[in-house]
């Protein structure tokens, strides 16, 4: 059964940007958008694993610094009639910190 375990604090994440963590082999990407939304998805692009965390945020997706795949961040999904799906990880905000449901 999942729980949530407590990550980081918001304010360590970048706006526009992403943080990395780590929970056990899964490599996690934080996301943080223009409005302060928090997502977090693989750090795994679905087309050949590009590293999301280094590409480029924009609204609630982030292009793959690999081939620009563009990614939903809420569902994982490619978007823009590419084809595939990163997991995405269920999160909340308490007290300024970000706690993954895991
Ligand atoms: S690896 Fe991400 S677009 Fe190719």
Not at 13 to 18: K, L, Q, R, V
Not at 53 to 62: F, I
């Amino acid at each position: 059964m999942a729980s949530w375990i407590k990550i980081i604090e918001v304010e360590h994440i970048p706006s526009m940007g992403s943080r990395v963590v780590h929970y056990g082999e899964i490599e996690i990407a934080i996301f943080k958008t223009r409005d302060g939304s928090i997502f977090a998805i693989n750090n795994e692009c679905p087309h050949k694993q590009g590293k999301l965390s280094e590409g480029l945020v924009h609204g609630t997706n982030v292009t793959c610094p690999m081939h620009n795949w563009d990614i939903d961040l809420k569902s994982g999904e490619a978007l823009s009639g590419d084809s595939g799906c990163t997991n995405v990880y269920e999160s909340k905000i308490e007290n300024d910190t970000v706690f993954l449901s895991l």
